[in-house]
């Protein structure tokens, strides 16, 4: 079946702009998570939805950064102001429940210029 | 608070040859633990996982890892790579009852022919 997917796969933008980054999981899978993969560095948790709710954001830098789950299954991750330090590349994962698996996406690549 | 330690960034190795790539962990209380496999301009993959029982976990690709709980160790092996294993390889840990997974920064296994 298909896996989880992520678009778009690569984005550019200036330093002030707003992105949306989105994330498809796999059908059914109730549990979703964003991570930030900086350069060089491990997957760093973000924000973790159950359903419709953001069960945990503890991981989200500053409020420039929102994420929404509106109907259980797609996600959007919102960013306002971009700064430069906000490139990276963006990972989404799914999971049946919260204490399964988690399966990843490719990852969105964000380059604030 | 839990961390991920990777000591390597880069593992260079002969085709053929058997490769360990090391990751140690700190955390109080009991952890699952896995490693991620992400191949080049693909997303990560699980390779293998230690939940509870035997200390010896064996995982896709012939990879296999063992969990040491007094070295806090849970090193990643494979007794003959080949060319298709060039990739980075990713140690990750959750607090049992938890979702939230703690990342290395990541092994790059280079590949010699």
């Known amino acids: 079946g298909a896996g989880v997917s992520q678009t778009p796969s690569n984005k550019v933008t200036e330093k002030g702009k707003y992105v949306e980054l989105r994330c498809d999981p796999i059908?059914?899978?109730?549990?979703l998570y964003w991570y930030r993969q900086s350069l060089g560095q491990g997957p760093e948790f973000l924000i973790y939805f159950q359903g419709t709710g953001a069960a945990d954001d503890s991981g989200l830098p500053n409020d420039r950064f929102f994420a929404v789950r509106p109907e259980g299954s797609v996600s959007t991750l919102k960013i306002q102001r971009t700064e430069r330090g906000d490139s990276a590349v963006y990972l989404c994962?799914?999971?049946?429940?919260?204490?399964?698996?988690?399966?990843f996406g490719p990852g969105t690549r964000l380059t604030v210029l | 608070a839990q961390s991920v330690t990777q000591l390597d960034s880069q593992v260079p190795v002969f085709e053929e040859a058997p490769v360990e790539l090391r990751c140690n962990y700190s955390?109080?209380?009991?952890?699952?633990l896995f490693w991620y496999v992400q191949y080049p301009n693909q997303g990560l993959q699980l390779l293998l996982k230690?939940?509870?029982?035997s200390t010896l976990v064996k995982g896709i690709n012939g990879f296999e890892a063992e969990f040491n709980k007094s070295q806090t160790s849970f090193h990643l092996r494979k007794p003959s790579v080949h060319i298709s294993d060039t990739a980075e390889y990713f140690c990750?840990?959750?607090?049992?009852?938890?979702?939230?997974?703690?990342w290395g920064a990541g092994t790059k296994l280079i590949i010699k022919p």
């Open positions: 994962a799914s999971s049946l429940t919260a204490s399964n698996e988690q399966f």
């Open positions: 990750a840990v959750v607090r049992d009852s938890n979702y939230q997974l703690i």
């Open positions: 955390s109080s209380v009991s952890v699952y």
């Open positions: 230690y939940l509870s029982g």
């Open positions: 059908s059914g899978h109730t549990a």
